[in-house]
């Protein structure tokens, strides 16, 4: 149905920077939100950020805010996060995901969401 692929993730010395990106191919509906969320060892998968499906609305967790920026570019499918001042906390697994724009009213659980990627391991060193 949806297949949903990250770019590689990366090491990265804290305070550093790093660009994910994921393509979407075989999608079967028009209008989608995108997000992106993370899972560190011995974590729970946790919500990182969205955007609508006009990239005209964005949310954030509150420990990425001003430091972390999702883009989007529909022609190619494809959803983007900008990682700046990056933090040892940020190391984790990055998972991307899509869904309807109507599959739900929330977006800030892993159930709020229908495809993911496989994810793509990011690492920042102290």
């Known amino acids: 149905q949806v297949q949903l692929e990250e770019s590689r993730g990366g090491l990265v010395q804290a305070g550093g920077s790093l660009r994910l990106s994921c393509a979407a191919s075989g999608r079967t509906f028009s209008n989608y939100d995108m997000g992106w969320f993370r899972q560190a060892p011995g974590k729970e998968r946790e919500f990182v950020a969205a955007i609508s499906w006009n990239g005209g609305l964005t949310w954030y967790a509150d420990s990425v805010k001003g430091r972390f920026t999702i883009s989007r570019d529909n022609a190619e499918n494809a959803v983007y996060l900008q990682m700046n001042s990056l933090k040892p906390e940020d190391t984790a697994v990055y998972y991307c995901?899509?869904?309807?724009?109507?599959?739900?009213?929330?977006?800030?659980?892993?159930?709020?969401?229908?495809?993911w990627g496989q994810g793509t391991q990011v690492t920042v060193s102290s």
């Open positions: 995901a899509t869904r309807r724009d109507d599959y739900r009213e929330t977006f800030y659980y892993t159930g709020d969401w229908e495809y």
